[in-house]
């Protein structure tokens, strides 16, 4: 198949070289603005990484033999496991995102080629506009795994499309898998794909599909349970308030919290856009049904719809991407069908959702140089200057690489400090209890806590950096234990004329 100039082939080489070299001039400027060190743009790809450390050494949290939960993804820590067991370290990220970007890249190029045949100008554009499109460039640099889960997710499509034409592929049966264990929100899609593929009279996956995925539920359910854990992640109940309620029986506030959760997301430019192309979808396959636009619009829309009720949008562009990518690889299959020159078509919605992420993109350096300035500096000085315990508000890169217990006062990396938060909000008690003879400073964000620091507690310094994706541009040091005041003063000391340009550290006398 040739675009004048372009094979089907060649748009997917096309398509991956660009945004492999994207994902390279971003990893050069944000070292180029670190002195030389690869920062990822959240905090959250460090957890995971403190997490797979001990997974190594036969426990499951962040701390020596404390049980914990921080991780939203069954897999993601222990695939980054053996790499860092290989001395990947903070590069194991990146390399399993890279080959997760990749992926999807791939796939989605390839579902386009068709639609560009003969429209060697239609196929310029849709490269670089795919990249956008699915925020392929800036989303690696996560450092999460929501790269290989959008790869999964554009494969489940795929292989529907392939079982409705004929033959189911032997892959299906692995991406179906694949997308719960990678990320929670793939369980929509997963059962909608077993539906579909019972309904195509593919059984046989189906039953191997549907055994796989209770195997792999009861499987999860047991180690959670062996490890005196809840079923979901605290990650998850801290941050999704329907997960939560449904998890506590508490029926009617799962209920408001899944429409307040849809409302929201409807209200976003991607969950718009999302939205009015489903709404497309919908009317081609009831105008005109057919066998594959079936078996790929009706799994789409369900996939959708759950997470408008229970899934979340932005956080850096990374929550809803995957649910971008199926929606443009589904228009990609159906929309050839129905109109012909359908190329030029498609280069709507890919330029529709690709605008939606430029901002990101082009805040990704300065992300990274924020937690550079700000979350790193924080590992530096817990490591390297006051090996003390220390309570903190976010976990990661303090956690990663720090053979110093860590006190997880958010919850993410705590259970009890997830179940006590719940249950009495974060107070002045609370924080005590937490922290008595446990932590001998934190280092927080004052508006996570307001009103609840222990006024005992004496607030020594306070580091100021910028701020893109974090809560706060201004992180306080507290000190807990009064014994050791001179020697964190003269830790402070010795630490301040090592910070980077754009971080600012005030000592404080306390009172």
């Given at each position: 198949?040739?675009?004048?100039?372009?094979?089907?082939?060649?748009?997917?080489?096309?398509?991956?070289?660009?945004?492999?070299?994207?994902?390279?001039?971003?990893?050069?400027?944000?070292?180029?603005?670190?002195?030389?060190?690869?920062?990822?743009?959240?905090?959250?790809?460090?957890?995971?990484?403190?997490?797979?450390?001990?997974?190594?050494?036969?426990?499951?949290?962040?701390?020596?033999?404390?049980?914990?939960?921080?991780?939203?993804?069954?897999?993601?820590?222990?695939?980054?496991?053996?790499?860092?067991?290989?001395?990947?370290?903070?590069?194991?990220?990146?390399?399993?995102?890279?080959?997760?970007?990749?992926?999807?890249?791939?796939?989605?190029?390839?579902?386009?080629?068709?639609?560009?045949?003969?429209?060697?100008?239609?196929?310029?554009?849709?490269?670089?506009?795919?990249?956008?499109?699915?925020?392929?460039?800036?989303?690696?640099?996560?450092?999460?795994?929501?790269?290989?889960?959008?790869?999964?997710?554009?494969?489940?499509?795929?292989?529907?499309?392939?079982?409705?034409?004929?033959?189911?592929?032997?892959?299906?049966?692995?991406?179906?898998?694949?997308?719960?264990?990678?990320?929670?929100?793939?369980?929509?899609?997963?059962?909608?794909?077993?539906?579909?593929?019972?309904?195509?009279?593919?059984?046989?996956?189906?039953?191997?599909?549907?055994?796989?995925?209770?195997?792999?539920?009861?499987?999860?359910?047991?180690?959670?349970?062996?490890?005196?854990?809840?079923?979901?992640?605290?990650?998850?109940?801290v941050k999704s308030a329907a997960s939560a309620a449904a998890l506590d029986a508490d029926g009617r506030s799962a209920l408001v919290a899944v429409i307040v959760n849809a409302i929201r997301g409807a209200q976003t430019p991607q969950g718009a856009l999302m939205i009015g192309t489903g709404q497309v979808l919908l009317a081609l396959v009831v105008w005109?049904?057919?066998?594959?636009?079936?078996?790929?619009?009706?799994?789409?829309?369900?996939?959708?719809?759950?997470?408008?009720?229970?899934?979340?949008?932005?956080?850096?562009?990374?929550?809803?991407?995957?649910?971008?990518?199926?929606?443009?690889?589904?228009?990609?299959?159906?929309?050839?069908?129905?109109?012909?020159?359908?190329?030029?078509?498609?280069?709507?919605?890919?330029?529709?959702?690709?605008?939606?992420?430029?901002?990101?993109?082009?805040?990704?350096?300065?992300?990274?140089?924020?937690?550079?300035?700000?979350?790193?500096?924080?590992?530096?000085?817990?490591?390297?200057?006051?090996?003390?315990?220390?309570?903190?508000?976010?976990?990661?890169?303090?956690?990663?690489?720090?053979?110093?217990?860590?006190?997880?006062?958010?919850?993410?990396?705590?259970?009890?400090?997830?179940?006590?938060?719940?249950?009495?909000?974060?107070?002045?008690?609370?924080?005590?209890?937490?922290?008595?003879?446990?932590?001998?400073?934190?280092?927080?964000?004052?508006?996570?806590?307001?009103?609840?620091?222990?006024?005992?507690?004496?607030?020594?310094?306070?580091?100021?950096?910028?701020?893109?994706?974090?809560?706060?541009?201004?992180?306080?040091?507290?000190?807990?234990?009064?014994?050791?005041?001179?020697?964190?003063?003269?830790?402070?000391?010795?630490?301040?004329?090592?910070?980077?340009?754009?971080?600012?550290?005030?000592?404080?006398?306390?009172?």
């Open positions: 198949m040739t675009t004048r100039g372009f094979t089907a082939r060649g748009f997917q080489t096309y398509a991956l070289a660009l945004t492999l070299l994207g994902i390279v001039a971003l990893c050069l400027a944000i070292i180029a603005r670190t002195g030389g060190t690869l920062i990822y743009t959240l905090d959250d790809p460090y957890i995971h990484l403190a997490l797979a450390e001990e997974i190594l050494q036969g426990n499951y949290g962040i701390n020596p033999g404390e049980a914990a939960s921080p991780s939203s993804s069954m897999l993601y820590a222990l695939a980054l496991a053996p790499l860092l067991a290989l001395g990947l370290g903070t590069l194991a990220p990146l390399a399993l995102a890279v080959v997760g970007q990749g992926m999807a890249v791939w796939l989605m190029a390839g579902a386009l080629a068709p639609a560009l045949t003969g429209q060697r100008a239609a196929a310029l554009v849709a490269g670089p506009l795919l990249a956008l499109a699915i925020n392929a460039i800036g989303l690696p640099l996560t450092g999460m795994e929501h790269p290989l889960h959008v790869a999964v997710s554009v494969a489940v499509l795929l292989g529907l499309a392939r079982a409705a034409a004929g033959r189911a592929p032997g892959w299906l049966l692995l991406a179906i898998l694949l997308a719960p264990a990678l990320r929670f929100e793939g369980y929509a899609l997963a059962l909608a794909a077993i539906t579909a593929l019972a309904f195509l009279d593919h059984r046989r996956m189906a039953f191997l599909a549907l055994a796989g995925l209770t195997a792999l539920s009861i499987g999860y359910v047991l180690a959670m349970q062996a490890l005196g854990l809840p079923l979901l992640p605290s990650s998850v109940m005109r049904p057919d066998r594959v636009s079936r078996a790929v619009v009706w799994p789409l829309l369900a996939a959708l719809a759950a997470h408008f009720l229970v899934g979340r949008f932005g956080w850096f562009a990374r929550y809803e991407v995957y649910a971008v990518a199926m929606t443009l690889t589904a228009l990609a299959l159906i929309l050839p069908r129905h109109l012909p020159q359908a190329g030029s078509v498609l280069i709507l919605p890919l330029a529709a959702f690709g605008w939606t992420y430029l901002p990101t993109l082009e805040q990704t350096p300065a992300a990274a140089v924020s937690i550079y300035q700000q979350q790193y500096q924080m590992h530096r000085f817990a490591t390297g200057f006051f090996p003390y315990t220390v309570a903190v508000n976010d976990i990661g890169w303090v956690s990663y690489d720090n053979d110093i217990a860590v006190l997880d006062l958010w919850g993410l990396g705590s259970e009890e400090a997830r179940q006590l938060t719940a249950a009495e909000g974060r107070t002045v008690q609370t924080l005590r209890q937490l922290t008595e003879a446990r932590a001998a400073y934190a280092m927080v964000y004052d508006i996570a806590f307001e009103g609840a620091i222990p006024p005992e507690w004496c607030r020594i310094a306070t580091l100021t950096t910028s701020r893109v994706i974090a809560a706060s541009d201004t992180v306080s040091f507290y000190l807990i234990d009064r014994d050791l005041e001179p020697e964190m003063r003269a830790a402070l000391t010795e630490f301040a004329p090592t910070l980077p340009d754009g971080a600012d550290l005030s000592v404080h006398s306390c009172q």
